[in-house]
């Protein structure tokens, strides 16, 4: 089967997404947090920065953007940001946890973008294990009257939940509560970097039960409730259908997606680590990042021979690239060699 990845021409198309972490300021303080969020960077980009680097995404041809952080509320302009990148065409998501909802003046601010997407954060069936795991007591209450408030205003709304040892066993709680609201669900895996330690890393059996737990809600409650997995969740099982809307392409980090720190760092996405870093817009034009050839050339330039461990006999190899880079780096120190792989956790039982 031949390569799909590398090409001849210099200028990549542009990103379906770029997931900005807009700041790193945070009103909760979550056991998962990759970014290990809480205070603001002291070298955050200004206004007149973040507001060019809207158009330098819109330059490199962005087809969307998603504000993150921390809380991405919490920043004094977002909505400077939101207009300008509304204003420029590109598609516009919101991704919160959900604390600052029942502010009347931020949700009509919300509603007055009109975002492709407003994304909450719910990581438990109940306030005592959503609030154990982001660290404020309350924060279940209001995460779960933004998700409500939010779809009873029509806006579309996704939930988000980040599983791992601490919350897998809600995952039926919280599709109880989601049922019949008219929103999406995204469920990824947490993997041990920023602030979430190894011990609490799902187990691959445990990983398989989730990938069951979303296929069996496929196929009683596609009517009721859209689930699909993140970038890290299932894929190529010879058992379970994909869990992935599109289907698993291989890592898009550098390719269809683009992950900004709120300090101008410029990576493929914001679950990789900073080794990962390929520049900040302060020393370099986005452009020139974007389309420089040795940039995210684990995921542009992957060949067989950098298949590793059991992704090197893999039919799917081609396709799959070796899984996701973060699992992988996080899991292994290495990369294409994703062992959370539903095809190889299904082997591995033989």
Same mark, same amino acid.
């Given at each position: 089967m031949p390569w799909r990845r590398g090409r001849k021409s210099k200028k990549w198309p542009g990103p379906g997404c770029a997931v900005w972490e807009i700041t790193l300021a945070c009103n909760l303080n979550c056991i998962h947090c990759g970014s290990a969020a809480g205070r603001k960077r002291d070298d955050e980009l200004s206004t007149e920065e973040a507001l060019q680097l809207c158009d330098d995404l819109n330059g490199i041809g962005c087809k969307g953007v998603a504000l993150m952080g921390g809380e991405p509320l919490l920043r004094p302009d977002w909505v400077n940001l939101s207009e300008r990148i509304h204003? #420029?065409?590109?598609?516009?998501?919101?991704?919160?946890?959900?604390?600052?909802?029942? /502010?009347?003046?931020?949700?009509?601010?919300? =509603?007055? $973008?009109?975002?492709?997407?407003?994304?909450?954060?719910?990581?438990?069936?109940?306030?005592?294990?959503?609030?154990?795991?982001?660290? &404020?007591?309350?924060?279940?209450?209001?995460?779960?009257?933004?998700?409500?408030?939010?779809?009873?205003?029509? #806006?579309?709304?996704? &939930?988000?939940?980040? =599983?791992?040892?601490? /919350?897998?066993?809600? #995952?039926?709680?919280?599709? *109880?509560?989601?049922?019949?609201?008219?929103?999406?669900?995204?469920?990824? +895996? !947490?993997?041990?970097?920023?602030? $979430? *330690?190894?011990?609490? =890393?799902?187990?691959?059996?445990?990983?398989?039960? =989730?990938? $069951?737990? +979303? !296929? !069996?809600?496929?196929?009683? $409650?596609?009517?009721?409730? +859209?689930?699909?997995?993140?970038?890290?969740?299932?894929?190529?099982?010879?058992?379970?259908?994909?869990?992935?809307?599109?289907?698993?392409? %291989?890592?898009? !980090?550098?390719?269809?997606?683009?992950?900004?720190?709120? /300090?101008?760092?410029?990576? %493929?996405?914001?679950?990789l680590q900073d080794d990962f870093i390929e520049g900040n817009i302060r020393n370099r034009p986005l452009k020139e990042i974007w389309n420089d050839e040795s940039s995210f050339r684990y995921s542009r330039y992957v060949k067989r021979s950098d298949m590793k461990a059991h992704c090197a006999s893999c039919e799917f190899a081609s396709i799959c690239g070796g899984g996701c880079t973060a699992v992988s780096v996080s899991m292994t120190k290495g990369i294409h060699q994703d062992p959370y792989c539903l095809r190889f956790i299904e082997q591995s039982m033989k």
């Open positions: 204003d #420029l065409g590109m598609e516009l998501s919101i991704i919160t946890n959900g604390w600052l909802g029942q /502010n009347d003046d931020v949700t009509q601010q919300i =509603v007055d $973008l009109s975002p492709e997407c407003v994304s909450v954060s719910l990581d438990g069936g109940e306030a005592s294990t959503h609030d154990m795991i982001r660290g &404020v007591s309350g924060s279940f209450d209001r995460a779960t009257k933004s998700i409500e408030r939010f779809a009873q205003l029509g #806006l579309p709304t996704t &939930v988000i939940t980040t =599983v791992h040892k601490l /919350n897998f066993k809600d #995952l039926t709680k919280i599709r *109880e509560f989601l049922k019949g609201k008219g929103v999406a669900w995204q469920i990824q +895996m !947490a993997t041990p970097h920023g602030r $979430l *330690e190894r011990k609490h =890393v799902l187990s691959q059996d445990e990983f398989y039960s =989730v990938a $069951l737990f +979303m !296929a !069996a809600t496929r196929k009683t $409650l596609s009517k009721e409730l +859209m689930v699909a997995g993140a970038h890290d969740m299932g894929y190529f099982s010879t058992i379970l259908p994909e869990l992935q809307v599109g289907g698993w392409q %291989g890592c898009q !980090a550098g390719m269809g997606t683009l992950g900004i720190q709120s /300090n101008g760092n410029i990576t %493929g996405c914001l679950a």
